[in-house]
């Protein structure tokens, strides 16, 4: 399904560019670097860990993330196709958590097919940090340091690591991650309590052998579903075809932060995964199944937290990217796929800085195109947690705990009668006259209908860096045995299934 690599010539650095200093080696670190030097600049990365390993579960990168990397690096995007497994060609969306009810589709197709941009996919984290260290070179990357602190000095600026060693550049990069060493220097914050949101909830995660080869799935068709998130009151739960047989799921709990109560300490129940069966008792067989099949070792948990917007991402000659200025929540699955576009933004800048000229307007220009855009993908994330933990399928499901007894008594005796409630028929319909605008600015930036990047624009190189197309099922992607009305909903606005 994957067409050959394309040969790219890779531009000689050259010594008239802005040398660039990259705090962080991680996924928006390393595409930064590698930005930097597809535009001829030379970088130097510095990563704390001593060696890449296998962590975490795969990430999902969009269609405007691949765009913006097919725009920086074709070759490398792919090679990232080649790893990945397509998510965005199938059933996609929103459902009842106890009921199992479709509560939206999404089509995730349609973005890509009007931008032309490649369709939604996930990949391993592992697989895709090995793809962007080759990129690079390892030769230009730094393990085992730390970026401690920054000093402009005239037209340079000196970054001083954890062990007193001092580089000089041009301009240095903070991609040092939501707790950025970076970003506590440049506004003044304490480096060991970061001004961090929490998003309200914990996150319990886990791979599982869902589907064939490993078993025949019962419950959710992995040929034509790609990723579901099941909503219910106080908590949801998402999860996602990653690729041979596997589902990765997200578990979000309603719960304090700081994993000092009872779902943290798991103190009655043996372990995480018997935690969520019961914390799900009564949600429909397809979440029930996944967590059954999930080895109780694979659990993890952590609380969820994002920064929020502050325009403050440069001090002289250093600038911030990727979730040391924009960490989001999780909810849209926009994390990675900003960095990128981040990156690809602030090389279009810094290039145009001839004779090192020119280094700090173009740092402003480069936040000035980022600023309202991942803004944006924060509010909206924001307001999806919201939504989803809020949702209630009847009238009188789940009371408040401020209630008094008896009027708690009143409204469980109400959810019995299965009335609708008037917040998921109104939420349904709006999401229904809304959701396909959502997808289309989250996916493509509204750029086809000429939206800048200063007034929220993604920054994806379409028409500019990449000659816009999208796969051909069959062809560049699977073929699926599904038809136009499998992504519309059946019923009336507000009832729909």
Known sequence: MVGPIPVVEIPTPRDDLPEVLVAGGGIAGLITA????????????????????????????????????????????????????????????????????WFYRFDTRQPCYNNGLPLTLVIARYDLLEILRDAVGEENIMM?????????????????????ETYEGDVLIGADGINSKMRAQMRGEDPNNPPLAYAGYAVYTAICDYSAPHRDAIHT????????????????????????????YYAFLDVPAGGDDKYAKCEDWENYREMLLDRFSGWCPAVLERLE?????????????????????????????????HAVQPNLGQG?????????????????????????????????????????????????????????????????????????????????????????????????????????????????????????????????????RSQVPGVSAPLRDLKKEDFEMKGIPGLAK
């Open 34 to 101: 590698l930005a930097m030097q597809r535009k001829g600049m030379k970088v130097k990365v510095f990563e704390k860990v001593k060696e890449y390993k296998l962590f975490g579960g795969p990430i999902q990168l969009q269609c405007n993330a691949q765009g913006a990397l097919d725009s920086i690096a074709p070759d490398v995007a792919e090679k990232v196709l080649a790893k990945s497994t397509i998510t965005g060609d199938r059933i996609n969306g929103l459902l009842d958590g106890v009921a199992g009810d």
């Open 144 to 164: 085992q340091t730390v970026v401690e602190k920054y000093e402009n000095v005239g037209d340079k600026v000196i970054a001083t690591l954890t062990t007193g």
């Open 221 to 248: 068709d992995v040929d034509k579903t790609g990723y579901q998130v099941f909503l219910g009151p106080k908590q949801y739960f998402v999860s996602s075809d990653v690729g041979n047989g596997q589902q990765q």
């Open 293 to 325: 099949c999930t080895r109780p070792e694979d659990v993890e948990r952590r609380d969820v937290f994002d920064v929020l917007p502050n325009p403050r991402w440069i001090d002289g000659r250093v600038a911030l990217l990727g979730d040391s200025a």
């Open 336 to 468: 990675g796929g900003q960095a990128i576009e981040s990156a690809y933004a602030l090389a279009d800048e810094l290039v145009k800085c001839e004779n090192k000229k020119g280094v700090q307007m173009a740092l402003m220009k480069y936040t000035s195109r980022r600023f309202l855009r991942t803004g944006s993908i924060h509010g909206l994330s924001r307001f999806s947690s919201i939504m989803n933990t809020v949702y209630r399928r009847y009238l009188g499901d789940e009371p408040y705990d401020f209630y008094p007894e008896p009027v708690r008594k009143f409204w469980n005796e109400v959810a019995k009668l299965k009335i609708p409630h008037p917040g998921s028929v109104v939420g349904q319909m709006a999401i229904m006259g809304t959701m396909p605008g959502l997808l289309e600015y989250v996916g493509g930036g509204f750029n086809r209908f000429g939206l800048p990047a200063w007034l929220g624009g993604a920054s994806h190189g379409n028409g500019t860096d990449r000659v816009p």
